[in-house]
C-alpha cells in the first residue's frame, strides 16, 4: 500500500503537469472519464466567447488553455478522433471532459453517455486563457 501511495505521489508530479497554465515541452496522455452535452446548449455562449454547436468537434476541459487540441480515445472501442477546446468543464464528480454530441457519436458512446477514454494533448491554445 505504501509503494503504491509513493509510485501514485511521484507519477502524478511527474507525469501530469498542474496547473495547465503555461506550454509544457513534450505532450502527455492520461487516462479519464468522459461525457457529452448538447442538444439544450446548442447554440448557447461558450467560456471562450464562441457559439455552441453540438456538430461541431469540440470539447470542454476544466483546464487546458482554449484553442487546444486533443486527441480522445475511446478505450471501449478504440475509435480515437481530435478535438480543440472551447468550453469549460464538466462539472459533474467524476467526469474529466466534456465532448460535443458529434464527437460522442464518431467515438461511439453517444448512447451510453459516458466512456473512460485516454486524452493526449497535441497542442496547447495559444491564448493563455483558462
Request: proline share 5%.
Amino acid at each position: 500500500m505504501v509503494a503504491f501511495l509513493l509510485w501514485a505521489k511521484m507519477t502524478s508530479l511527474r507525469d501530469f503537469p498542474q496547473p495547465f497554465s503555461r506550454p509544457f515541452s513534450r505532450p502527455f496522455s492520461i487516462v479519464k472519464r468522459a461525457s457529452w452535452y448538447g442538444n439544450k446548449d446548442n447554440g448557447k455562449e461558450t467560456a471562450s466567447g464562441e457559439k455552441f454547436n453540438e456538430r461541431a468537434m469540440t470539447a470542454a476541459h476544466r483546464q487546458l488553455p482554449f484553442g487546444s487540441r486533443i486527441r480522445v480515445t475511446n478505450l471501449v472501442n478504440r475509435r480515437s478522433l481530435s478535438l480543440r477546446i472551447n468550453d469549460r468543464g464538466p462539472f459533474v464528480v467524476g467526469r474529466d471532459l466534456d465532448v460535443s454530441h458529434a464527437a460522442a457519436k464518431r467515438l461511439g458512446f453517444e448512447h451510453e453517455g459516458i466512456a473512460p477514454v485516454e486524452i493526449q494533448v497535441l497542442r496547447y491554445g495559444k491564448d493563455g486563457r483558462s
